[in-house]
C-alpha cells in the first residue's frame, strides 16, 4: 500500500533522548534530530491526513519543549507519497532551511528483574508520555495556552515574567478563583501569591510593570525567578494530570 510521508523541520536540534520510531493513532512517527516524519497509508484523504499528522508535530514538540525548557518550531518541509511497489517516491518540497545542530548526551535507565522481566524503562517512559501529551494537549486549548506561555518564557533570553502571570492568571479564569486554582493544583495560595507579588513588582527589571518604577530597577534574585518559575511549570504538570483523568475544567 502507498504511504503519505509528512516531514516538518524541527530547530533547534531535538535532544537525542526522544529519538525514535513508534507508532501513534494509526500514524508511524519518526523523530530525529532535526526533523520530525509522520506517515500513513494513503487512503486518498491527504488533507485529513495532514491535518492529523501537524496535530501530532505540534503536540510533540510542545511537549518536548516542556520537558527541554526550550521553544522548537516545526516547519512543513515536504510531503511525499511513497509506493513500495514500485519503489517510487513522489515529493512535494515546500521549504529549504539550514538548521542548526546540537549535541546532547543521555542516558536511559532499563531495570530488569533476576529473571530477565523488564522491571522499569525509563525511555518507554518517556515515549508514552510524550504522546499522551500529545492527545491531551490536542482535545484541550487551556493547556495548549498554558503551555505556549510556558515555552514563551523559556524562549525570551531576558526571561522576562510576564508569561508566567499569563499561567496564573489563565488558570484562575479556567478554576474560577485563584484560590480555588491554588488548592485544586496543590500550589498553595501563599506560594502562588508570593510569585504573582514578584512579577507584579515594578522594581524588577523583568517584572510585568517594569519601567514603571522611579529609580534603577534589580534583577530578581535567584530564588525569585526559581519560584515564579515553579510555581508556573506545577501549574501547566498539574493541569495536565488533571486534563488525562478527564477532570480539568476548561
Not at 516538518?8 to 508511524?28: M, N, Q, S, Y
Not at 496543590?186 to 519601567?211: C, E, P, V, W, Y
Request: aromatic fraction near 6%; include cysteine; charged fraction near 30%.
Amino acid at each position: 500500500m502507498p504511504m503519505h510521508e509528512f516531514r516538518w523541520g524541527v530547530k533547534p536540534a531535538i535532544p537525542g533522548k526522544w529519538h525514535g520510531t513508534l507508532e501513534h493513532d494509526g500514524f508511524d512517527v519518526e523523530i530525529a534530530c532535526d526533523w520530525i516524519e509522520v506517515r500513513k497509508e494513503d487512503h486518498h484523504d491527504l488533507d485529513v491526513q495532514q491535518r492529523n499528522a501537524k496535530q501530532i508535530v505540534d503536540g510533540v514538540i510542545r511537549r518536548i519543549g516542556l520537558a527541554d525548557k526550550m521553544r522548537f518550531t516545526a516547519t512543513l518541509g515536504s510531503v511525499s507519497r511513497f509506493d513500495p511497489q514500485s519503489n517510487r517516491r513522489d515529493i512535494n518540497v515546500f521549504v529549504s532551511d539550514s538548521l542548526g545542530l546540537k549535541a546532547s548526551a543521555h542516558a536511559d535507565v532499563v531495570v530488569t528483574s533476576a529473571d530477565g522481566r523488564i522491571v522499569a524503562d525509563s525511555r518507554k517512559d518517556r515515549m508514552d508520555e510524550l504522546f499522551s501529551f500529545v492527545d491531551t494537549s490536542a482535545a484541550n486549548e487551556t493547556l495548549r495556552r498554558m503551555s505556549d506561555y510556558m515555552l514563551e518564557y523559556h524562549d525570551d533570553p531576558e526571561k522576562k515574567l510576564a508569561p508566567l502571570f499569563d499561567i496564573i492568571e489563565l488558570a484562575a479564569k479556567v478554576f474560577a478563583h485563584e484560590h480555588k486554582a491554588a488548592t485544586t493544583l496543590g500550589i498553595g495560595i501563599q506560594r502562588m501569591k508570593d510569585a504573582t507579588n514578584i512579577m507584579n513588582d515594578s522594581g524588577i527589571r523583568t517584572g510585568r510593570h517594569r519601567g514603571q518604577e522611579a529609580g534603577s530597577q534589580r534583577e530578581p534574585t535567584p530564588a525569585e525567578a526559581q519560584l515564579c518559575e515553579s510555581v508556573a511549570e506545577e501549574i501547566v504538570t498539574e493541569y495536565t494530570n488533571l486534563v488525562q483523568r478527564g477532570a480539568a475544567p476548561r
